[in-house]
């Protein structure tokens, strides 16, 4: 019908060569504008899992409509009105049927032919230009004045000439034409030239070769390669990839005498298929010299002084040494081993001054308190903490001893009374006061304490202070100053308490933390930042402003001990899967570098106060001694790292080797403990 339409419009056209004469008819629909869809030309499919269709004017919803039509409906309405129903189209956006007029069906025609929508238009696609350059034009285009920049030549212009004239004065640009290559007039008929296989970067990589029998694999092999009954037995026990072999040596009398080899067809398609997923690449071999990949370190006797030998044996304990502890002066060392007892030695000779029984349990830790006024000697055993008056020296550093621990008794009976309760209860003991049955403590006239074996006879402890705690005390350490100490005790909760010795008072500053057991505590040298040391993470914080400052992430399995730098800023890490972490605080809260040399899990990481040493011991009983600068003014340096020495001494006991190691205050030398019930002095 399209098609007759326009053939007689056509032939209208032809005859009148008159504009299309329709008649005009609208549809009997309008436009309800207010209704109208305005989403604007989108795909309608957007609106397909909604009730609406788009919104109107006032931004309201039209919803969609429910009236459907069936083929019935839409034939009976074609015989009714078929000249209006070939017309008729569906707007979708607005949901309503359209009929076309006839000036709509001839629009569509002349655009069909390529003409304008509408002849009655006076539009000219051709008219003339308007030309401005005439003179006698009174005004130009615009009437805006002209810039300054139209007068003056443009620099811009002159930049690129000038960059230009530059490159051809110096050759970058060549004026001349390039000669054109001439092809070879003869070329290689039956093989590539191996340019042009360089040029298409085909490589061919060779399989690896097979390796070369051995005399196992001969038909009459020697009597030391057969296997005997137990062998045979141990090698069928195996698994297929843990044999050496996959073959069991047999003897024949001569060549036609072997039989055929049954896993032939198998290991042939095992190695093409190997071959077949295995990727292969070629890597050119480079020439470089090893020695220039290593650090350029200085030379150890630069370096000098650091523990070397072994000096002093410290002999006497039954069981493991589990930690130790040199006092701030130098002159005492004091060891705490699994046998119960507790022992003081003089460093520079190894004798024994004082031993001093827990009555048999297991001491845990020791630590003196850093104070050189005084011989507090803090002892973990089982849930208790005592702070003993070790008394060796002289009588006034007996009284200033005695001083410091009864310094805080008359505000912890103030307290006491107030009804104040603290996370662990402090208790006096006094001379001939308090009684503990297990052992006893007897002196020499040469001032060498014996030990009595007898569990009847009564143990006389020193004077000091007993801390009570509500589950077992693994270690403890002291601040700087010598009146805060801190101890970590296994348990769900409150697995730090912080003790103040000049006022017999305890506190709890964690109930409880969301990363795991606490391992270790260690004190900052001089601000108020404390360290706590998880089984995966370590947490700095701020006891001033308490608050968590950090959180470092060492990347191991289980953290053992830890070690602050005497300047603050660097941090020494131990984990039993056989790592040593130095971490920058200020840096990172990542490891500046993590370090493997140890073969068994390390025990304990330790800084000398004074000289740029540090020092891990481990199970594999060795002691690492390295040099460690560090640059606190100068931010641009890393640590300086260097190995120095591996002590070695102990002997494994259960797989245990190395317990504790601790530097003396003074000097460059080094204390170790370990499981053989020893304590060594390197010097």
């Known amino acids: 019908q399209v098609k007759g339409v326009e053939e007689k419009e056509k032939d209208e056209d032809e005859e009148t060569g008159a504009s299309l004469a329709f008649e005009e008819d609208t549809s009997d629909e309008e436009v309800d504008l207010d209704n109208m869809n305005t989403v604007g030309d989108i795909p309608m499919e957007w609106y397909r899992d909604y009730d ?7 931004g309201e919803k039209i919803l969609k409509s429910q009236e459907t039509r069936d083929a019935l409906e839409k034939f009976l309405e074609r015989e009714e009105n078929p000249s209006a129903f070939w017309r008729t189209v569906t707007d979708h956006k ?44 009174i005004h130009p285009v615009t009437n805006a004045i002209p810039a300054k920049r139209s007068f003056l030549p443009s620099k811009w212009e002159a930049k690129r000439v000038a960059y230009l004239t530059k490159a051809i004065r110096k050759g970058w640009i060549s004026l001349e034409e390039k000669p054109k290559e001439e092809e070879p007039t003869a070329y290689m008929l039956w093989k590539e030239d191996e340019t042009t296989v360089r040029k298409r970067k085909v490589q061919h990589i060779p399989a690896p070769k097979l390796s070369l029998p051995t005399h196992s694999e001969s038909y009459n092999p020697p009597e030391e390669y057969l296997l005997d009954k137990s062998e045979k037995r141990e090698l069928q026990q195996l698994d297929p990839q843990d044999r050496p072999f996959n073959y069991t040596p047999q003897k024949s009398t001569s060549l036609r005498a072997v039989p055929s080899y049954r896993r032939l067809m198998r290991e042939s398609f095992e190695r093409c298929l190997d071959l077949y997923m295995c990727p292969r690449s070629i890597k050119l071999r480079q020439n470089v010299d090893p020695e220039s990949l290593l650090p350029k370190l200085p030379p150890k006797s630069q370096l000098r002084p650091f523990p070397t030998s072994l000096a002093v044996r410290y002999e006497g304990h039954r069981s493991f040494v589990r930690s130790l502890s040199a006092h701030p002066s130098g002159q005492w060392l004091a060891t705490g081993s699994d046998d119960g007892t507790v022992r ?18 297991r001491v845990e830790a020791v630590a003196f308190c850093p104070l050189p006024s005084c011989t507090i000697l803090a002892v973990a055993v089982d849930k208790e903490l005592r702070l003993l008056n070790v008394a060796v020296g002289s009588s006034t550093l007996k009284q200033q001893t005695h001083a410091t621990l009864i310094a805080g008794e008359l505000a912890a009976k103030e307290r006491l009374e107030s009804g104040q309760k603290g996370a662990a209860v402090w208790e006096i003991l006094r001379k001939r006061e308090i009684l503990l049955a297990g ?30 705690h509500k ?11 010598g009146d805060y100490f801190a101890v970590v005790i296994e348990g769900e909760s409150h697995q730090v308490v912080v003790h103040r010795l000049s006022l017999q008072k305890s506190q709890s500053p964690f109930k409880r933390l ?4 606490v391992q270790a505590v260690c004190f900052h040298p001089s601000e108020p930042i404390f ?38 800023d660097n941090l020494l890490l131990g984990s039993y899967d056989k790592r040593v972490i130095w971490f920058d605080v200020d840096l990172s809260s990542k490891p500046y570098q993590t370090m493997r040399y140890h073969a068994a899990a390390v025990r304990s990481v330790a800084f000398h106060p004074k000289y740029p040493l540090w ?36 002997t494994a006991k259960s797989d245990i080797g190395v317990l504790s190691t601790s530097f003396h205050p003074q000097e460059p030398w080094l204390f170790t403990a370990g499981a053989d019930g020893n304590a060594y002095l390197y010097i």
């Open 439 to 468: 052992a006893t403590e007897s002196v020499t006239p040469e001032g060498e304490a014996q030990i009595d074996d007898d569990p009847k006879v009564p143990l006389r402890l020193p004077e000091g202070l007993t801390i009570h």
């Open 94 to 137: 607005n949901q309503r049927e359209v009929v076309l007029s006839r000036k709509d069906m001839g629009m569509l025609l002349r655009m069909g032919r390529g003409k304008y929508p509408s002849k009655e238009s006076e539009f000219d696609p051709y008219f003339d230009t308007i030309e401005t350059a005439e003179r006698n034009v």
């Open 514 to 517: 969301k990363s795991g057991k």
């Open 615 to 650: 020092a891990s011991c481990s199970d594999d009983c060795k002691t690492h001694v390295f040099h460690g600068t560090v640059y606190p003014d100068d931010y641009t340096k890393n640590p300086l790292l260097v190995p120095l020495k591996i002590l070695s001494g102990h």
């Open 344 to 361: 003081v030695w003089e460093v520079r000779s190894g004798r024994c001054m004082k031993v001093y029984h827990v009555g048999g349990k």
């Open 471 to 481: 589950g077992p005390v693994k270690s403890v350490v002291w601040h700087r100053k």
């Open 52 to 58: 609406h269709i788009g919104y109107n004017l006032k």
């Open 531 to 568: 360290f706590v040391a998880t089984q995966r993470f370590v947490r700095v914080y701020n006891l001033a402003k308490r608050e968590l400052v950090k959180k470092l992430n060492p990347n191991v399995k289980w953290i053992s001990s830890i070690a602050v730098h005497p300047q603050g």
